[in-house]
């Protein structure tokens, strides 16, 4: 079985008056399988952000299924699903949504802090992974004090603390110079390589061939997706380019 | 280009954040009007219309005129800052845009100015309209005559003027000093930069605990009504100083202590309230010390004018025990006796029952009254003291009473305790703060001096309304009070006596109040009669009566004066803490909007928010109704004692609208706060949560 299973997925959001309505997603299957790490790419408006949103249960799509360990995300009652969300999903945004009011450390225990963990627990779960990310001296920073890329870092370490099922990234390079960017490319195959199961929106064509799968999305439909396989990232940085000037062209599957 | 490009420019701006922009408007207009009300009501041409209790009323005026004054400049600069932060954004658009920080400026400061101008344009209409309403309801209370045309008091308008222009520059000055260090790029940012988490000087929230500390001294450790009255001032900016220090540093401090503790910290139901309610009571501190100072004073007034109204009847018959009150000078303390006061007593009868009455429920108080200094057991009497104001702080009164009247002023049956007494020998009873422990008491004059040895002490107990001094009192029963103070009073003759003789004759009529009044203004004269052709050494020197129903009038005048007054500035404190309450609300919730939203994609539930919400909307509720209660507690002795100066001796009466006037005060802050959380929730709700 697939870690996460969307079939057929679709959704139709209404105008506020009149009955116009606008297909955001139109029919959306793929699997994930656990320890992958899948980029989903698309121009705006192509549906993608409305997919992430589905899948971080933020919306309920309109008809199709998500399976995320074989549990349909449609029968998780409203009252349940932040919690679902904070003992399964781990996410990182690209305005990183770091609270000012809290240090770094405080911004990273908040979700086992939700989860009513004590902190010797947390304390003890957040040490190796503030020593991958490279975060062990900003701890005790607020992120006022610290740069964009150091923030971004706190936050990956925010969505792993929970040990999530799968990570969902959300352009998270979006707000990052170059440096940055690769550094935090670097961390995520670094996660990826000790098992974390990814799943990243994005797109920029740099941090998608890191990934060891993209997916291109199109008017609300799954266009294209291609594989790694043995290819450099170079290589598949180039095979990237190269179906996204396709996309751009309005061409079809070769 | 075009002249009116910048003020067009501002006026937009403005309009454009209407949102926050109205409300700081509408508490920059209340300020005005407040500020000018408390001015118009404090003018000579105001207190003039009142019939008694000018100076009272004049004091209690001026002093709120000026606090409002203080909370004006500390609020509107707080929320002028909040408003400011959340226009950067904007500024920093126009300065990329190639807006020179000299422009910048220049917007900044016409939208001062607009604002100003509408604020005070407001304010001072509001102010005007309210006043003459506040007038017309006076005169009304009180009988006056009723004029409807509109009197504006120009010294309060330009004072008003004055006050405010200062307070706008001062906050224009620090939002361009604060814009010009800025570059183009921190101003775009520096609405989601969010402020440094401020760390709560520990010397500071010491320094406010001590200052808390010695007001609250101060207060409970006064022992008479003239200190009171004297310190009460240094309290009140004891308190507000310390106020504000705790809730804006103290809390501060209070929650990086909290934070300290893991165990407790990292608990979701404090986790995001505590680190919150650190981060925002820097400036929100000073909101609720607002809240906390205005809360005290409308408690502080509320229960005073509201005992006193309701104390009227009790104070009235304190000043006049019976329903005719006749006061008497004699010039000897031995004119005291008996054989001399009967045929007065009978003149008096007399001449009530020709007039239909009969003379009942006598009260009958005689003493040789003298004001002293003591020290080491020795009271160095100097009758002139007690005219003068500083030394009340320092002097007793003395009454020396016959023992034969014992029974008649002591009110008590342990007769025995006078058997045998000697002339050197005294009993004392003691009231209004006063104490003896020593086993003598002398009484010097001069070069005079008596000493008698004390052979016992008893409290009084006085019946209710009998009424206590404004300055500790002694009574001293000895066999012969003539003799006590022999060669006491040694200018006998003139005018200045160190002895007051003074005989107290009160009695009922039955009569109606019309002929009390005019039995009063009798009595007076018939008193005298009897002793004047005995010579001019002996009876009575002066003599005045009053009636009950007399002085009803005055009374009712100057407490329902003082009622009003009272009712009135709390009406104008409720109205400014309802703004407060409300700004703080509406700029807490665009401040919490981004919060929530982030909080709730890392898995927070909504239910998690509401309680987080509730407790941490609960503590800021709670702390400024529960330290104005901590305040009115500690004030309550001191503010007793002040009560004694309008003869208000009925501490359990105080007591009530203390109580009350808390209880009704909490109600309606409850469903003030209650109300504008609402406001505050659909704020927060309105967060797009979907919106990744």
């Known amino acids: ?254 | 280009m075009n002249r009116f490009f910048y003020p067009r420019l501002a006026w937009d701006g403005l309009r454009k954040n209407r949102r926050l922009a109205w409300p700081y408007l509408l508490t920059c207009i209340c300020m005005v009007a407040v500020f000018y009300i408390m001015g118009f009501l404090s003018s000579q041409g105001t207190l003039a219309l009142l019939p008694v209790g000018k100076s009272s009323a004049a004091i209690i005026l001026t002093l709120g005129k000026w606090v409002i004054l203080v909370f004006s400049v500390i609020f509107l600069y707080y929320t002028y800052s909040f408003l400011i932060r959340r226009r950067a954004r904007e500024f920093g658009l126009y300065n990329v845009l190639g807006m020179g920080k000299r422009n910048l400026v220049r917007i900044i400061s016409w939208e001062n100015l607009i604002t100003f101008a509408a604020a005070l344009a407001g304010g001072l209409l509001a102010g005007i309209l309210l006043s003459k309403l506040a007038e017309l309801g006076l005169m009304n209370l009180l009988n006056g005559t009723v004029n409807y045309a509109i009197r504006v008091d120009v010294d309060s308008v330009v004072l008003t003027i004055v006050c405010f222009a200062a307070i706008f520059i001062l906050i224009t000055l620090s939002a361009v000093i604060r814009t010009a260090r800025a570059s183009a790029v921190n101003l775009m940012k520096s609405e989601n930069v969010g402020e440094k988490p401020p760390k709560g000087n520990l010397i500071i929230a010491l320094l406010g605990i001590i200052l808390l500390g010695v007001a609250y001294w101060l207060a409970v450790s006064m022992a008479n009504p003239v200190s009171a009255l004297q310190w009460f001032f240094v309290a009140v900016i004891l308190v507000i100083l310390s106020t504000y220090l705790l809730m804006v540093t103290g809390s501060v401090r209070m929650c990086r202590i909290l934070q300290g503790n893991k165990k407790y910290y990292y608990k979701a139901k404090h986790f995001v309230s505590i680190s919150s309610m650190a981060y925002r009571m820097k400036r929100n501190g000073a909101g609720l010390a607002s809240i906390c100072i205005i809360a005290t004073m409308i408690l502080v007034m509320l229960s005073t004018t509201t005992c006193m109204w309701f104390g009227a009847e009790d104070s009235l018959k304190t000043n006049y025990p019976r329903e005719i009150n006749l006061t008497t000078h004699l010039y000897r303390p031995e004119d005291l006796s008996d054989e001399n006061l009967r045929p007065v007593e009978d003149a008096i009868r007399a001449y009530v029952e020709e007039n239909g009455g009969t003379v009942s429920n006598i009260r009958d108080n005689r003493a040789a009254m003298l004001f002293g200094k003591p020290s080491e057991g020795t009271v160095q009497c100097d009758y002139r003291m007690q005219d003068s104001f500083t030394s009340l702080n320092e002097i007793i009164e003395i009454d020396l009473v016959p023992a034969s009247r014992w029974a008649a002023e002591a009110r008590s049956s342990e007769e025995n305790i006078l058997d045998g007494l000697a002339d050197d020998e005294a009993v004392i009873l003691t009231d209004s703060g006063a104490s003896w422990t020593r086993d003598t008491i002398t009484l010097a004059q001069g070069s005079v001096s008596k000493t008698f040895r004390v052979k016992a002490v008893r409290a009084a107990e006085y019946e209710a309304g009998s009424g206590e001094s404004i300055v500790p009192r002694i009574t001293m029963f000895v066999p012969d009070i003539a003799k006590a103070v022999e060669g006491f009073a040694s200018e006998l003759y003139s005018e200045r006596q160190d002895v007051q003789v003074s005989w107290y004759y009160s009695f009922d009529t039955g009569l109606s109040d019309e002929e009390n009044i005019r039995i009063a203004s009798e009595v007076e004269a018939i008193a005298v009669r009897p002793l004047r052709d005995t010579g001019k050494t002996a009876g009575i020197r002066s003599s005045w009566a009053e009636s009950r129903a007399g002085g009803s009038a005055d009374f009712y005048g100057m407490y329902g004066s003082l009622f009003f007054i009272g009712i009135l500035l709390s009406a104008v404190f409720l109205v400014a803490a309802v703004l407060i309450i409300y700004y703080k609300q509406i700029s807490e919730g665009y401040e919490d909007v981004k919060r929530f939203d982030i909080m709730q994609k890392v898995g927070m539930t909504k239910k998690d928010i509401r309680s987080s919400v509730r407790s941490q909307l609960l503590t800021v509720f709670a702390l400024p109704l529960v330290f104005a209660g901590l305040h009115l507690f500690f004030a309550f002795p001191m503010i007793r004692k002040m009560l004694t100066l309008f003869s208000l001796y009925n501490v359990g009466l105080f007591i009530r609208t203390t109580v009350i006037s808390f209880v009704v005060f909490a109600a309606f802050y409850a469903i003030v706060y209650r109300l504008t959380s609402g406001v505050y929730y659909r704020i927060v709700s309105n967060a797009d949560t979907h919106e990744m």
Do not use: C, W
């Open chain 1, 1 to 254: 079985m697939s870690l996460l299973e969307v079939k057929s997925l679709k959704k139709v959001y209404k105008t506020r008056f009149g009955g116009q309505s606008v297909e955001a997603l139109k029919n959306v299957t793929f699997t994930v399988e656990e320890g992958e790490y899948v980029a989903i790419m698309g121009e705006s408006g192509s549906g993608k952000t409305t997919l992430l949103n589905i899948l971080a249960a933020l919306d309920k799509a309109t008809s199709g299924v998500v399976l995320l360990d074989g549990m349909d995300f449609s029968k998780i009652k409203e009252s349940n699903v932040a919690a679902f969300r904070r003992d399964n999903l781990g996410f990182v945004f690209q305005e990183f949504n770091l609270l000012d009011t809290f240090t770094l450390e405080d911004n990273i225990y908040l979700p086992l802090v939700l989860a009513g963990k004590d902190y010797k627990e947390m304390s003890a779960k957040l040490a190796p992974i503030a020593e991958t990310l490279g975060i062990k001296d900003l701890l005790k920073k607020y992120p006022y004090e610290v740069s964009g890329g150091q923030k971004q870092r706190a936050a990956v370490a925010r969505a792993l603390i929970t040990d999530p099922r799968i990570i969902l990234a959300d352009e998270p390079t979006g707000a990052l110079d170059s440096r940055s960017t690769d550094e935090l490319l670097r961390l995520f195959a670094e996660v990826n390589r000790q098992g974390q199961t990814i799943l990243m929106v994005t797109h920029s064509a740099r941090a998608a061939s890191r990934a060891g799968r993209v997916l291109f999305i199109r008017d609300g439909e799954v266009f294209h997706q291609l594989y790694r396989g043995d290819m450099t990232d170079d290589l598949f940085y180039q095979k990237i380019a190269d179906t996204l000037t396709l996309l751009a062209q309005g061409g079809d599957r070769e």
